[in-house]
């Protein structure tokens, strides 16, 4: 199979994967517990904590584990928010954009329906969040403001630093989501003036079912989850093969980036992309005129009489090729439900209907890229006329 889709996932590196199994099997001991084989794990956790640190230019204590970048995702926004609510009770709005990944859109859609002033911010035609609309919208009652750092469906990029000065102006926190950012482009917490950062394992090539929140020194935080692991702010035995192999990742993943691995990605990317423009004719790159991730392609398929054609057949025949690649998010396929992102930008729903992800990765070679430029267009055609 061509994986074209690691935006949805990525396979784990083997370097990964034979760090993992002695986890598995020789050392078992909880983190928490005071013999030998306690100490180990928790060695182990230590370890892979600084080098998940490191990959965002955090110090180990600063990495919260959590099960996913969903579970620290809702830690970094209730969290906060409770937070600043306890120290300052008139502080309670949460400021986010229409295009979030849901586990933060879906739980801005809860807060406002509880009662907590939410605002969910517009994108233009390009995916791209205007800081003047963001600066409409913090005040004296935001305390938290959430935006992605890079776009899952589109690679769309958000003004994160403009983002984070405008919030701390207000006295408000800021959170960004990196998860597909990190192993593809630097991600400096610090550059960026971030308060909370959540990255995930299995977006760098690590196992699924790790996550982590970074968090500020200093930054107060209410755990979702009570216990006395990971500095009371996310209780749980930790699991520690995941853990093992998200550190294993990270460290990969800021090896790769500092060697260039997003250029190279952006070569075929871009080579990937003006193949199918050139030779789909009417295909359009959604989000193509915003600055992107290195390793994402959107693009919108039309026919002849420049209706949208139906991506989903695209697809199919496509698997059916050997070729993976996504309609929006993985988790939105398969729905029927039109992509949030591509309809926040503007498209009618038969247009979101009409577009496919193309996300490389690290392994993505050449001669794949040749292979989708050969086995697309014919299918396109078909479909098309
Ligand atoms: N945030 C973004 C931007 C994502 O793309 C994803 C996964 O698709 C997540 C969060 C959730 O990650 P996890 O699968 O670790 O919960």
Redesign the pocket.
């Known amino acids: 199979m061509i994986n074209l889709d690691h ?2 996932t990525t396979p784990l590196l083997p370097e990964v994967r034979d760090a993992m199994l002695p986890c598995l099997w020789e050392v078992q001991g909880n983190p928490s517990s005071p013999h030998s084989a306690g100490t180990r794990a928790k060695q182990m956790v230590g370890e892979a904590r600084t080098a998940v640190a490191a990959l965002v230019g955090g110090k180990a204590p600063e990495i919260v584990f959590t099960a ?4 620290a ?1 809702h830690l970094a926004v209730l969290g906060a928010l409770r937070a600043v609510v306890v120290a300052e009770p008139g502080r309670r709005g949460f400021v986010t954009s229409a295009v979030e ?1 849901p ?1 933060t859109l879906l739980l801005a859609e809860d807060l406002a329906a509880q009662g907590w002033p939410v605002t969910v911010l517009p994108v233009d035609g390009e995916g791209r969040l205007s800081l003047d609309d963001l600066a409409a919208a913090v005040g004296p009652g935001t305390a938290l403001v959430s935006l ?1 750092w890079a776009n ?1 469906e589109t690679g769309v990029l958000m003004p994160v630093a403009g983002a984070a000065a405008l919030a701390h102006a207000a006295g408000a926190l800021f959170h960004t ?1 990196a ?2 950012a990190a192993g593809r482009v630097p991600v400096s917490a610090a550059a960026v003036d971030a308060d909370l950062l ?1 990255l ?1 394992a ?2 760098m090539h690590g196992p ?1 079912g790790a ?1 982590a929140l970074w968090v500020r020194k200093g930054t107060a935080l209410h755990p979702l989850i009570h216990g006395h692991q990971e500095r009371k702010r996310r209780g749980g035995t930790e699991n520690v093969p995941a853990i093992v192999g998200f550190g294993v990742a990270a460290r990969l993943a800021a090896e790769g980036v500092a060697a260039g691995i997003g250029a190279d990605m952006a070569r075929l990317r871009d080579r990937l992309e003006q193949g199918v423009l050139a030779r789909c004719p009417g295909a359009q790159v959604n989000g193509g005129g915003a600055e992107r991730l290195p390793n994402t392609s959107n693009i919108r398929f039309t026919d002849a009489a420049g209706r949208p054609v139906e991506a989903e057949a695209l697809l199919l025949r496509l698997d059916r090729a050997g070729i993976q690649v996504s309609m929006g ?3 939105a396929s398969g729905g029927n439900a039109a992509s949030h992102v591509l309809t926040a930008m503007g498209l009618s729903p038969d247009e979101a209907a009409a577009s496919l992800r193309f996300s490389l990765g690290r392994l993505t070679t050449d001669s794949e890229v040749d292979a989708v430029l050969t086995e697309l267009p014919p299918l396109f055609a078909r479909l098309a006329a």
């Open positions: 935006n949805a996913s970048a969903t579970e995702n990944h586990s992605l899952n989501d998860v597909q959540t995930s299995h977006k699924k996550g998010a993985a988790c």
